[in-house]
């Protein structure tokens, strides 16, 4: 009967509001928000001489009361049963969560005839969830233990608690550059962009033609006939067959998961980008730069615009010689343009070379199971974190290595298979995949937040008593430290937990003159995905003292003294789970007269900047794929071909 007369009672604008609440985005609810089958209510008593107050005891005329309640909140509810003396469940006409739940919350509270509410939702039991563990069979045999945490693989990088947050989410995809990819892999099917093709030369390419929109990989081996009939080509070519490179990267990070079939990728929802780089020998160094900005979405003569620009760039090639200039310039424009650049450290034993010891990018060397440094992996400053590489030994199995997607064609492609590789080539993919997860949860975050947060959240170095220091004539597995693997281990957990905070953006202020007000406009700040911000703060943290005017708003102003000079202000904003995220702006501030000068200076400069003299030669990179230890015998004729050549 109640449901009845709560129906009838209610409006067409009662029913289109619970309707809205109901169709509100996803990333309006937080991820696990309880669900509320109704909402537990206490109304007051009646006032004395309240005509109610001899009958409040009438169970109709308590009914009568609480669809008044109902309908005065404008709730579409379906029935209400008493619970106790003076409680009473209204429960919804059908279960609602996140904000949906908030709004009738707030609606009650607000009732005067409503004493206090609550909802009821589902209680668990005391105990621990399971973790999220896919169903794909080599991922429950074992065969990729690398993505489990430290109890079962010590060096592997905490995938399950991760995935209980986040399996990931459609707006980070991940440009591979590499070799293609076998789009024709089960385990790929709809997981891969079409792509591009940037290898130039057609000798190279094996593919018959130079760039084109076909990214797939037809093979990149080097047959001895090659080396013999073709030697100005290939004589300085090793014999290989063909790695199938981006297709195993690219199952490492999105490989079709939890349908039953083959290995588990990191994201279970993003798109992976080939870019199609690298064949026969390795990768010109002009086909690795433009393939890194139109991945990141900027412009390259001759291409089509790229329509799925990339928030990550997976670059698993490594050098010879130190960062060049060319290659620090197209860095930092695929940085600026909103694209982290992941790159593996090498696999020389020795100091990265480029583009490992470029600024802005994320460096990746490996470990191995019991999370010491490999005998392989290239060590020193300029590594950013450590994950799991593969022994490299040759008795070394599945269960030692990286596992994922392959070929078996030994030249052009063959059946669709899984196998194990080992290098720094496939640490930088498991980096590269948990940011993309980051990203998931928190897409406000730019490449140095990700790269920071990643750093921040790691896991410390192991220590195993025994076993040397890593350094210089150390090749073998070696206890790191912070000075030479970077901040730890990657930890896929402790890093999504980190994305959750929100981001402190604002909007640069650029040659002010001293006496001017500036603004500070932090509104660019932004909260994780179903978080909202709800304070932002504005203090000084150096120069000469100044008042900020409406410090906590999200734009505030500050009057500069009449004299230049240089100032920091720090933004710290606070999202309604509490979590802090903070950024600080530097400002400097000019006379009148130097801004002046300035802007003639420009002007007769035609309003360019000078570009500074690069340095570098014609080094290459090598393919990070096996061990690399035919890095070596590469060498020379990588500089004299000017070619890159990928890793493992």
């Not at 798109?271 to 979405?297: E, H, N, T, Y």
């Not at 953006?505 to 001017?516: D, E, K, R």
């Not at 003294?561 to 710290?572: H, I």
Request: charged share 15%; aromatic share 6%; hydrophobic share 45%.
């Amino acid at each position: 009967m109640l449901s009845l007369m709560l129906a009838g009672m209610l409006g067409m604008g009662a029913l289109q509001g619970a309707q809205a609440q109901a169709q509100l985005p996803t990333a309006q609810v937080p991820s696990g928000a309880p669900v509320a089958r109704g909402l537990i209510v206490k109304l007051k008593e009646p006032q004395a001489g309240d005509p109610t107050s001899a009958q409040r005891e009438r169970p109709q005329r308590l009914q009568e009361r609480l669809a008044a309640v109902a309908q005065d909140a404008g709730m579409f509810m379906r029935g209400q049963a008493a619970i106790g003396g003076g409680h009473h469940l209204m429960r919804f006409a059908r279960p609602l969560e996140g904000r949906a739940v908030d709004d009738a919350l707030r609606r009650l509270r607000l009732h005067p005839d409503v004493a206090w509410v609550e909802p009821d939702v589902l209680m668990k039991l005391a105990q621990v969830a399971p973790n999220t563990a896919p169903n794909d069979p080599d991922y429950a045999a074992g065969l990729q233990d690398h993505l489990k945490g430290p109890a079962i693989y010590p060096g592997g990088i905490n995938l399950p608690p991760a995935w209980n947050r986040t399996t990931g989410g459609v707006n980070a995809t991940v440009a591979v550059l590499d070799t293609g990819v076998r789009f024709s892999h089960p385990d790929l099917a709809g997981r891969v962009l079409p792509g591009y093709d940037f290898v130039s030369e057609v000798e190279y390419g094996n593919d018959g033609d130079g760039r084109d929109a076909d990214a797939s990989d037809p093979g990149d081996w080097v047959s001895t006939s090659d080396r013999t009939t073709q030697r100005a080509l290939y004589g300085a070519c090793l014999r290989s067959d063909s790695t199938w490179h981006g297709t195993f990267i690219a199952g490492q990070l999105s490989a079709l998961t939890n349908n039953g079939v083959g290995v588990a990728g990191i994201n279970w929802s993003n798109k992976v980008l080939p870019v199609r780089v690298s064949g026969k020998c390795g990768a010109f160094l002009s086909d690795i730069l433009d393939g890194m900005r139109w991945a990141a979405g900027l412009t390259v003569a001759g291409a089509p615009a790229n329509p799925n620009p990339a928030r990550i760039i997976n670059l698993s090639f490594g050098g010879d010689v130190a960062c060049t200039a060319s290659y620090q310039d197209i860095i930092n424009e695929v940085t600026a343009a909103g694209a982290l650049v992941v790159v593996a450290a090498g696999n020389d034993n020795l100091s990265p070379k480029r583009p490992a010891d470029c600024k802005n990018v994320l460096t990746v060397g490996a470990v191995q199971r019991n999370g010491l440094k490999t005998d392989y992996s290239s060590f020193g400053l300029a590594v950013g974190i450590m994950a799991p590489g593969g022994t490299g030994v040759a008795t070394a199995t599945a269960t030692t290595n990286i596992y994922s997607t392959g070929n078996d064609g030994a030249t052009s492609p063959g059946n669709n298979v899984y196998s194990y590789k080992v290098g720094t080539s496939f640490s930088t993919p498991l980096a590269a995949g948990v940011a993309s997860l980051m990203l998931a949860l928190n897409p406000a975050l730019t490449p140095a937040e990700l790269t920071q947060r990643l750093r921040a959240s790691v896991r410390p170095h192991v220590f195993l008593a025994g076993s040397p220091s890593c350094g210089p004539r150390v090749n073998v597995p070696c206890n790191c430290t912070t000075s030479t693997c970077g901040a730890g281990l990657l930890d896929a957990d402790g890093a999504v937990l980190a994305a959750l905070a929100p981001v402190a953006l604002f909007a640069g202020v650029v040659g002010p003159v001293a006496g001017s007000t500036i603004s500070l406009d932090g509104r660019a700040s932004a909260a994780s995905t179903g978080s909202a911000l709800v304070s932002y703060l504005w203090t000084q943290v150096a120069g000469s003292t100044v008042i900020i005017q409406n410090p906590a708003s999200a734009v505030a102003s500050v009057a500069l003294p009449a004299a230049a000079g240089n100032f920091q202000f720090k933004l710290v904003v606070t999202d309604n789970a509490g979590r802090q995220g903070e950024q600080v702006l530097s400002v400097t501030s000019f006379t009148a007269e130097a801004a002046a000068a300035a802007a003639a200076t420009s002007a007769a400069a035609g309003g360019g900047t000078a570009a500074s003299g690069g340095g570098g030669g014609g080094g290459s990179m090598g393919w990070l794929w096996g061990a690399g230890l035919w890095l070596v015998a590469l060498a020379a004729w990588r500089r004299r071909r000017g070619l890159a050549a990928l890793q493992p």
